[in-house]
């Protein structure tokens, strides 16, 4: 008789009980990640990262300006969409999550979404990876298509993961709803919109760092691990069959 295939792992608890201690880590964790990438980009720790490597990073064109935080405009860019990650991810936990989360959880919630800020901010940095060629005035960003379309799916994705969450919140919250799976809204268009808001903006924020490539491989690995765990984990949560997938977004997924 065979061993029993390990369960996926599953980054929520989905016992519905407050945990303030957890959350409050957990939001702390994820404030800290803009001034990490901020550093990453103005204190020589992305340079000397990249140049050990054996790389170079973007020059810095003649009509290149600084903001007052010290970066570039398309620093700046960069800067914007991790502090849009972080305000997004804080919003989920601290409004949209009414499951506990434990310390564990939320360190480790935290560190992946890090690394993947941290990987695009590199990547972004780096001649040989960057979706731009140099450092150069506002007007150069527009030049850049990965950069202007990976900004505009980073705000679709945003959109939908926001404006979707929010529809089921309110489902939710109606005690005689308590159990029930939601369709309405953006939900009746797909059943998992939420996870592809979320891997749709991921993928834009990719594109925006190191072009389409990169993005091609954010896409598939958010793909690959929903379903290869995301999707058993809610099954497996809600101990049926999770619906058949209706449209493209029903076959993303999130972490978090």
């Not at 065979?2 to 792992?9: H, T, V």
Request: hydrophobic letters at 45%.
């Amino acid at each position: 008789m065979g061993s029993e295939a390990p369960r996926p792992k599953d980054y929520v608890s989905r016992v519905k009980r407050p945990s303030p201690w957890s959350l409050s880590l957990s939001v702390g964790l994820r404030l800290l990640d803009p001034l990490l990438q901020h550093a990453i980009m103005t204190r020589g720790l992305g340079s000397s990262l990249i140049r050990l490597c054996g790389a170079k990073t973007l020059p810095m064109v003649a009509t290149t300006n600084t903001n007052a935080l010290g970066l570039a405009p398309y620093q700046m860019a960069m800067f914007s969409l991790a502090v849009g990650a972080t305000l997004s991810e804080t919003f989920w936990i601290l409004y949209i999550l009414r499951e506990e989360m434990l310390a564990g959880q939320a360190v480790s919630i935290a560190a992946f979404n890090t690394i993947n800020n941290s990987l695009n901010t590199l990547l972004s940095m780096c001649v040989l990876t960057s979706a731009m060629d140099a450092y150069g005035d506002l007007e150069s960003l527009l030049q850049s298509p990965a950069l202007v379309f990976g900004t505009i799916i980073y705000v679709i994705g945003m959109l939908l993961q926001t404006v979707s969450e929010l529809q089921r919140r309110s489902f939710k919250k109606d005690p005689a709803n308590e159990g029930k799976p939601y369709g309405g809204g953006l939900f009746s268009v797909a059943t998992h919109v939420n996870f592809g808001g979320y891997t749709l903006w991921r993928t834009g924020y990719a594109m925006a760092s190191a072009g389409w490539g990169w993005a091609a491989v954010s896409n598939a690995w958010f793909i690959y691990d929903f379903t290869t765990r995301g999707m058993p984990v809610l099954e497996n949560y809600s101990r049926q069959k999770v619906s058949p997938l209706r449209g493209y977004f029903a076959v993303f997924g999130r972490l978090a």
